[in-house]
T-cell receptor, first 111, second 114 residues
Framework: NAGVMQNPRHLVRRRGQEARLRCSPMKGHSHVYWYRQLPEEGLKFMVYLQKENIIDESGMPKERFSAEFPKEGPSILRIQQVVRGDSAAYFC?????????FGPGTRLTVL | AQSVTQLDSQVPVFEEAPVELRCNYSSSVSVYLFWYVQYPNQGLQLLLKYLSGSTLVKGINGFEAEFNKSQTSFHLRKPSVHISDTAEYFCAVITNTGGFKTIFGAGTRLFVKA
């Protein structure tokens, strides 16, 4: 049973470009969470999704960030017009209900 | 609102010495408690968790933690550390309000010296 998969593991973008981060939850998990870890900091909750629904996006920046979890396929975290401050590790987690299982993360570097 | 406080940002310790990493949480409802370890440039690995039952929880790599409801604490301990335990450790809490999202502490960097 494969764990939570995230790709790419490393992503480099120039300021103003778009970044797309993908997360495939564990088999049978319908809840997906995205977290951001800025350098030298802990993880901060961004958004919680179930299939085709955003349940809680209280941690998402108001602009440029969006997330989806379609009926088929991985969850996508999309960052438009990236800025240097978006450089961070982005972690996805999935669960059935309760304990979350974390992916290896995507490290975004904005030049 | 729930919050997690890790009282020490860095803990230096000599190899084979005991260590305790402190964690306090605030929540008015029942919680699930976790400790994760993160090695440099890697993801999170679950060390141990408290869901219910015995308040003393044993995890991987010789770590254990004790849930103390009256003090709202969940301190992590290891009787004898190794160089390989050098990493960042995160305490986390999940409550069943707002969809089971995890609230993390800021992390404690454990640095084991030879």
């Amino acid at each position: 049973n494969a764990g939570v998969m995230q790709n790419p593991r490393h992503l480099v973008r120039r300021r103003g470009q778009e970044a797309r981060l993908r997360c495939s939850p564990m088999k049978g998990h319908s809840h997906v969470y995205w977290y951001r870890q800025l350098p030298e900091e802990g993880l901060k909750f961004m958004v919680y999704l179930q299939k085709e629904n955003i349940i809680d996006e209280s941690g998402m920046p108001k602009e440029r960030f969006s997330a989806e979890f379609p009926k088929e396929g991985p969850s996508i975290l999309r960052i438009q017009q990236v800025v240097r401050g978006d450089s961070a590790a982005y972690f996805c987690a999935s669960s059935r209900q309760g304990e979350e299982y974390f992916g290896p993360g995507t490290r975004l570097t904005v030049l | 609102a729930q919050s997690v406080t890790q009282l020490d940002s860095q803990v230096p310790v000599f190899e084979e010495a005991p260590v305790e990493l402190r964690c306090n949480y605030s929540s008015s409802v029942s919680v699930y408690l976790f400790w994760y370890v993160q090695y440099p440039n890697q993801g999170l690995q679950l060390l141990l968790k408290y869901l219910s039952g015995s308040t003393l929880v044993k995890g991987i790599n010789g770590f254990e933690a004790e849930f103390n409801k009256s003090q709202t604490s969940f301190h992590l301990r290891k009787p004898s550390v190794h160089i390989s335990d050098t990493a960042e450790y995160f305490c986390a809490v999940i409550t069943n309000t707002g969809g089971f999202k995890t609230i993390f502490g800021a992390g404690t960097r454990l640095f084991v010296k030879a």
